[in-house]
């Protein structure tokens, strides 16, 4: 069975940086330092369980901008499975609820990662650029509803 919860305990949060440091620091070796940051405070952490057991992670928050969301991550045990999909359409319909007035979506794709989110209707714009030493490409998402 999967299921999707909002991480609130501090248990939930340990699993959700657990994850990310086996996807981020561990896989892809960026450092600690650029993974964590004070936004963990600001943002909104989901799980995904995949029979009792946390297997992908994403959080989003509010910006000036719209909403931003980030670090979608998944186990590579759990992989292949569309949990990022599942992921990345359970923080927009969150954000929707709670901020019914915005319409703007965004996030910093890796550039491997792009056909995930451009499944998901995100578009990119600008120039790559260079994030924890990985190629990344800003693409957005505008809901009409």
Known sequence: MVEITQAKSLEEIHEVFAIRIEVFVVEQACLPSEEFDELDAQAKHYLLWEDGKPVATGRYRKTEKGIKVER??????????????QIVQHIIQEAK??????????????????PLYASLGFMPYGETFIEADIVHQAMSLIIRD
């Open 72 to 85: 979608i991550a998944t186990l590579a045990s759990a992989r292949g499975k569309g949990y990022a999909s």
């Open 97 to 114: 609820m709670a901020y019914p007035e915005l319409t703007y979506f965004y996030l910093h794709s890796q550039q491997t990662v792009m």
